[in-house]
């Protein structure tokens, strides 16, 4: 069983910066694509970005040179720097693993609201 705790979300001034922390409290970490979704209101949820357990990266071009996503897979936990927000970022985050083992399988964090004022 796998539970994921994000942390970091909050609000913040359009071009300020947010860092945005999932913690992966289970086991066999390195098993697990790490991604960061964000569902706006009455938007569909969209990728973010994601990682793989050797560090290879996507991201969603909206985001591409201002978000970097990264993990550590030492402390199972997956960051999302966030960089020159603007309120359309606003949103909220969700963090979701899924099981390279079991593609059908994946679990999704509770989610974090980002807001960015303008």
């Known amino acids: 069983q796998v539970e994921l705790a994000e942390s970091g979300g909050g609000l913040v001034q359009s071009g300020g910066s947010l860092r945005l922390s999932c913690a992966f409290l289970?086991?066999?970490?390195?098993?697990?694509?790490m991604g960061w979704y964000r569902q706006a209101p009455g938007k569909q949820r969209e990728l973010v970005a994601r990682?793989?357990?050797?560090?290879?990266?996507d991201y969603a071009d909206v985001v591409k040179g201002r978000f970097a996503i990264s993990r550590d897979n030492a402390k199972n936990t997956v960051y999302l720097q966030m960089n020159s927000l603007n309120p359309e970022d606003t949103a909220v985050y969700y963090c979701?693993?899924?099981?390279?083992?079991?593609?059908?399988?994946?679990?999704w964090g509770q989610g974090t609201q980002v807001t960015v004022s303008s």
């Open positions: 979701n693993a899924l099981d390279v083992r079991n593609l059908g399988s994946d679990y």
């Open positions: 289970g086991n066999l970490f390195s098993f697990y694509v």
């Open positions: 990682i793989t357990s050797g560090g290879s990266t």
